[in-house]
């Protein structure tokens, strides 16, 4: 008899932990079914999308020049990999939406009303690190690549380069474009102040200048071009950090009355 309370226990705890194995599972598989069912319906138009991806550097071609593929297999499995990063990237959403739904459970109430608007933040933010990218970087670099090659030199770029090339700027830009959320976190957590931030702004722009070196080819425009948004969005970042509201008496009781319900739960 002395044994049953413990082993009774040692059940409840193990049933919640089966419990969110297999919500997660669940909402892993969600997520899996909605990339492959974008990916089904875009795969019809995976050529197109190339086109539409490699318009930025086609136009500056030479005229009599185009892309070439260098490996049998490019001109299948480079739209193919496109097809799939685009899907992975509409549906990432959902992704976040199935991830929220997963962990909101175990968050305050004043939590949930902070990740909101970054989850959402964070998403248009990546989006348009992407459209940055495309519509600002993109041309740029391009028009400068193609046109400081000699003279008696057709540029003729893999499909298969090209597409890595773009996506790790794609990538590079999309991350970089969460620095706000990033500095707004850090603010908010505690782990730094604002004032203690904007006094590192000398040091922060250096920083800035070595992930723009490392997470863009080794030439001073693309460089420049990431580094630049970087600093930018830090100081976006230290702007919107005025706006977070401080830790109220209402928070701390709203903390305290859901600790209250969840140990009422258990003790039924």
Known sequence: MSHSKPEHAEKDQEQPFISHLVELRSRLLRSVLAVLVIFAGLFYFANDLYLLLSAPLTALLPPGTSMIATDVTSPFFAPFKLTLVASLALAMPFILHQIWAFIAPGLYTNEKRLAIPLLVSSIFLFYAGIAFAYFV????????????????????????????????????????????????????SGAVTRQALAAKRAYVIVVCFIFG???TPPDVISQSLLALPMWLLFEL?????RLLPASSEQDVEDEDAVEIEASEQKTE
């Open 237 to 241: 970042g230290l702007l919107l950090s």
């Open 137 to 188: 970087v993109f041309p740029l670099i391009f028009g400068f690549f193609t046109s400081v090659g000699p003279e008696n030199v057709a540029v003729m770029t893999d499909i298969s380069s090209y597409l890595n090339f773009v996506l790790k700027l794609f990538f590079a830009f999309g991350i970089t474009f969460e620095i706000p959320i990033a500095t707004l976190l850090l603010i908010k």
């Open 213 to 215: 070196m490392l997470l």
